[in-house]
């Protein structure tokens, strides 16, 4: 994170964490154990579209600790008041809640058949206010559809300033099938990672169209070091996605580890137009420096005016200044890593080479490409300090 942000923070005492979101899974009235995905769907769908519209939200991990501390079961019927204090306990600005129930049909054996009714509220805890009901009505494989008109409004509701016009929202949405929804649902529901990669793997193969599968099989992959299963995964993963960002990020990685840094460098410059974190730079600057490019040095000073306690940044930086025979200066950065990491084998070879003047040897493994990545990725905390400071102004 930017120091520049995070000294705003300080001076100007703003929380830690910004107001946002808590979206909770919507109950089902049909009582219909089989069918609570369409809940956890709606409240995922909702969830994603303000996120990607630029509004906080919490994630599903937050909204699973709001009901733990209250000891409320995920898919229960929950009050008014157990919702106030649902957003009250994780700190939420808004909590978007409501119910669903299927009718006309067996909802067991044709649940495609059914038609659904969607019922929404949405209440402002700041000013302890309830908006007006939201609603839709529509057939039960129509559930894209019937999610992104419910979202769009959540949106327009929240956000109004913000909120594109409907036809617009609903072009980079695209009308995703009802079984691959619910592939993509119950990959978020389980437990087992090779649950997850094979619900998830049948929601992209049914509707290839579908982003969030793609983020999710390739950040397992990422996880795993598949490196090249990643990236074709995460290659797909659109703009309109929230995750668009962190996907190219990962990508940014995997691009690199397969030894394509012009690609490498790519991804990570788009990143850092939108989140301008020291891991990006870093990052950024290491695909830069595989390619002896004129960039890496700025931008590992970038990254290291975010950070300066953190040795990795010291030692790219001299790194990169070694490289381009600037021993002096390279020195004062292997010295700055070694105060923060005295046992640095590689930063404690290089600085002797600062000092005996001896530049990079073709082919030495012990010299040679020894640029430090960063894999953790900030985004949310980066926006989260942003919102605050805006909401201060």
């Given at each position: 994170m930017s120091w520049r942000y995070l000294l705003l923070v300080v001076l100007a005492g703003v929380p830690a964490r910004a107001e946002a979101v808590l979206v909770l899974p919507f109950f089902n009235l049909s009582q219909t154990p089989s069918l609570d995905w369409i809940g956890e769907s709606i409240a995922e769908t909702v969830r994603e579209s303000l996120a990607a519209g630029g509004v906080l939200t919490l994630g599903r991990d937050d909204r699973q600790e709001a009901l733990r501390r209250l000891s409320l079961r995920p898919y229960a019927l929950l009050t008014r008041a157990s919702v106030v204090k649902a957003g009250e306990a994780v700190?939420?600005?808004?909590?978007?809640?409501?119910?669903?129930?299927?009718?006309?049909?067996?909802?067991?054996?044709?649940?495609?058949?059914?038609?659904?009714?969607?019922?929404?509220?949405?209440?402002?805890?700041?000013?302890?206010?309830?908006?007006?009901?939201?609603?839709?009505?529509?057939?039960?494989?129509?559930?894209?559809?019937?999610?992104?008109?419910?979202?769009?409004q959540a949106l327009r509701a929240i956000a109004p300033d913000t909120a594109p016009p409907e036809e617009e929202f609903r072009k980079t949405r695209p009308a995703v099938r009802l079984d691959a929804i619910e592939n993509f649902v119950r990959g978020l529901l389980a437990a087992a990672p090779e649950q997850k990669h094979r619900f998830f793997s049948q929601a992209a193969r049914l509707d290839p169209r579908f982003s969030q599968p793609c983020f999710e099989l390739g950040r397992m992959y990422a996880e795993k070091k598949e490196y090249r299963y990643a990236a074709d995964w995460l290659e797909r993963v659109t703009r309109a996605d929230s995750h668009y960002f962190e996907a190219r990020f990962l990508l940014g990685l995997s691009r690199y580890h397969t030894g394509d840094y012009a690609r490498a460098?790519?991804?990570?410059?788009?990143?850092?137009?939108?989140?301008?974190?020291?891991?990006?730079?870093?990052?950024?600057?290491?695909?830069?420096?595989?390619?002896?490019?004129?960039?890496?040095?700025?931008?590992?000073?970038?990254a290291l005016e975010g950070d300066s306690a953190d040795p990795d940044y010291h030692f790219n930086l001299g790194y990169a200044l070694w490289k381009r025979a600037r021993f002096e200066e390279a020195a004062e950065s292997f010295r700055a890593a070694l105060e923060r990491k005295p046992?640095?084998?590689?930063?404690?070879?290089?600085?002797?080479?600062?000092?005996?003047?001896?530049?990079?040897?073709?082919?030495?493994?012990?010299?040679?490409?020894l640029e430090r990545l960063k894999t953790n990725y900030e985004e949310t905390a980066y926006r989260q300090l942003k919102a605050a400071l805006e909401a201060k102004k």
């Open positions: 700190d939420a600005s808004h909590v978007v809640f409501g119910q669903y129930e299927l009718s006309g049909a067996d909802p067991a054996n044709e649940p495609a058949k059914a038609t659904l009714r969607i019922t929404s509220r949405i209440i402002d805890l700041k000013r302890i206010h309830q908006g007006p009901e939201l609603s839709e009505l529509g057939a039960l494989e129509d559930l894209a559809a019937l999610e992104t008109h419910l979202s769009w460098e790519a991804a990570f410059e788009t990143v850092s137009s939108a989140a301008p974190l020291n891991e990006v730079f870093n990052n950024l600057a290491a695909a830069q420096s595989r390619q002896n490019g004129a960039g890496a040095v700025e931008n590992f000073r970038k046992d640095d084998p590689q930063a404690t070879l290089l600085l002797g080479r600062c000092l005996k003047k001896t530049g990079p040897r073709p082919g030495d493994p012990r010299s040679d490409g």
